[in-house]
């Protein structure tokens, strides 16, 4: 067995800082978008559920809008917090969703990027339901990485299948420096609907590449939290072989990334 005995969710403190420099940033286009179909006003409060190190909010309090976040990890937080607070718009929480004990007034927001299927599905639903204002919205997204060939590929799965085998259900997937959306329904629209709490779901996409070079993919795999649950005798030997094979064919590549939203108002 490659994987350790740990809970997948909270692997992130283990490489916060990380995290906080090599994973991708989310496009300008999201954050017009959002406020656009949220009618989101800078009098409301702006929930942002598992805030990380603050990637999703730091754009939004750039354009004066007030954050709390919700982080259970103390070094996610920290860094979020680090980054944020002397705009005096930002605060975080040291909380999951589903635990969260606080009553914020006017919470006309309630956003998750990277961080929606963290979240307990059986009462996420109702729990951002119970925290927003009258016709208060629910927004989740997330940046998901899209498959390409490249040179390397080949290489790299035969090196995957000798050092961590329980991957070969995920295919290309190990191989991509990113996050994917893990829902309890065929689509996260659908996930909304179902919930039979909010209206009519809003979707958005938009298509970026990302600049890639050996560093920051062997980083961006350090911070995913497959390659977490490794043994780190399998990672302190699957990471080296990886970057050798990108540096064969020149050591760096353009990846593309579609970021994918989805909104929706409260409808109770």
């Known amino acids: 067995m490659s994987f350790e005995d740990k809970q997948q969710s909270l692997v992130f403190g283990e490489v916060a800082e990380l995290y906080h420099r090599y994973r991708p940033e989310y496009p300008d286009d999201l954050f017009e978008w959002i406020l656009a179909t949220c009618q989101t006003s800078t009098n409301d409060l702006i929930v942002d559920v598992g805030c990380g190190t603050g990637k999703a909010s730091a754009p939004l309090v750039a354009r004066g809008y007030e954050i709390l976040g919700l982080e259970p990890d103390p ?141 920051r993919h062997i980083q961006n795999l350090r911070t995913q939290s497959d390659h977490r649950m490794l043994k780190s005798s399998v990672l302190n030997t699957l990471l080296p072989r990886i970057a050798e094979q990108i540096d064969l064919v020149g050591g760096s590549y353009r990846q593309p990334f579609t970021t994918h939203a989805y909104a929706a108002k409260l409808s109770v």
């Open 75 to 215: 070094a996610m937080a920290a860094i979020a917090l680090r980054e944020l607070q002397e705009t005096g718009l930002f605060a975080v929480e040291q909380s999951t969703l589903n635990d969260w004990e606080g009553r914020a007034k006017k919470v006309g927001l309630v956003i998750a990027g990277q961080s929606w299927h963290w979240t307990n599905p059986a009462t996420r639903f109702q729990r951002v339901a119970s925290m927003l204002r009258s016709e208060g919205w629910l927004c989740v997204f997330w940046n998901r990485p899209e498959q390409r060939e490249r040179p390397f590929d080949a290489a790299t799965d035969l090196i995957y299948a000798e050092l961590a085998p329980e991957f070969k259900s995920k295919p290309y997937r190990v191989r991509l420096p990113g996050s994917k959306a893990a829902i309890s329904a065929e689509t996260p629209a659908k996930e909304i609907a179902l919930s039979g709490l909010f209206g009519p779901v809003e979707e958005f996409q938009v298509a970026w590449e990302l600049e890639m070079n050996t560093q």
